[in-house]
Structures are given as C-alpha cells and as structure tokens.
C-alpha cells in the first residue's frame, strides 16, 4: 500500500498479529453479535490536521455487514484536493468479523478481526505489506482514535488518527 493509505482507514487503513484463540463470543463477552458490538462508529467523522482532512462514513450493522467510505483531502491555499479514498465492508465469516478495504487504485485486502467489543476492535493481516493490523478504539461518544500499524521495509510504524463525531451533511464543516 502506498504512504497516503496510511490515512484511510481505516483506514484507517494498518505488526504482524497473531489472532486471538477465542470464540467470538468470547470475544464479545456474550453480549450481541459480533456486528452488532461494532454500532458505536455508525456515522460520520472526520481527522483534521493543518495539511488533510479525512473524513469516514459508517452505516449501521445492518443486514450482516456494515460499510465505510473514507475520503482524505489535501489542505492547499487554492482549494481542497482528494488524494486518497477507499471503500470498506466489514462482515461475518464464520466466528470471525472481515475489514475487507478496497483502497484507491491499489487490491483490495481483508482483516480479520483478533477483537471486539462495545468500546474497540482490532483487525490484523499479518501477510499484508502495510499495514498489518487497523484499529477502531472508541474514546467517548463523539470521539474514536483510529490506528494503524505494522512493519514496513523492516521497521516497525504506527500512525494514530483522532477522529471527531461530525454531522454527515458537513464532515469539511
């Protein structure tokens, strides 16, 4: 994956992993299904910083999946400029949840889920080049930190990307 995925998660897009062993109802501490635990990131938000904007568009769990868009823009004096986006499924297969990503001109790559829970959820692909695992942590109900991480060229990265709850007409405000 090229540098500017990075900040698409989630982008996210994201240390080689080792799954946890767990049934996914462990996983989830018996408590809805899988999907379900992952309502907290439904809508809209958006990561500013003086040189991008992301912005990520969550649907609700719903029909056995949930989908994202991601779409980070280029600060310049004459405008904003699209540089990267991508288009994300998460769904069940079998007791594990799919981040099944399909970033901007680049394959597609799924991550499977090593956790989840009403508050984070962790998904890893260890024979990724970049990144390897992506990671959706909910900080309070109009916040979440979205992180990437891996190893790339034989040295360990990670990026963090706080995101605000924003309203979804008005993610660039």
């Known amino acids: 994956m090229r540098l500017s995925s990075t900040f698409v ?13 767990w049934p996914i109802a462990h996983r989830q501490g018996g408590q809805g299904s899988a999907l379900d635990q992952l309502g907290w990131f439904t809508g809209c938000w958006a990561y500013t910083s003086p040189r991008v904007i992301i912005e ?17 823009l280029r600060r310049n004096p004459g405008g904003d400029s699209t540089i990267a986006w991508e288009f994300i499924r998460v769904y069940a297969r079998g007791t594990d949840l799919v981040y099944a990503a399909q970033p901007h001109n680049q394959p597609s ?60 007409d008005s993610a660039r405000g």
């Open 9 to 21: 998660i989630l982008g996210v897009t994201l240390g080689a992993a080792t799954a946890l062993a």
């Open 56 to 72: 990520e568009h969550w649907t609700s769990p719903a029909g056995g999946s949930m989908l994202g868009l991601s779409r980070t």
């Open 109 to 168: 790559a799924e991550f499977v889920s090593e956790k989840v829970s009403d508050a984070e959820v962790v998904f890893a692909n260890p024979a990724h080049d970049f990144p390897q695992r992506i990671i959706y942590r909910r900080v309070r109900s109009d916040s979440l930190r979205a992180r990437v991480e891996g190893t790339q060229s034989g040295r360990t990265r990670g990026s963090d990307f706080p995101y605000a709850r924003v309203a979804c």
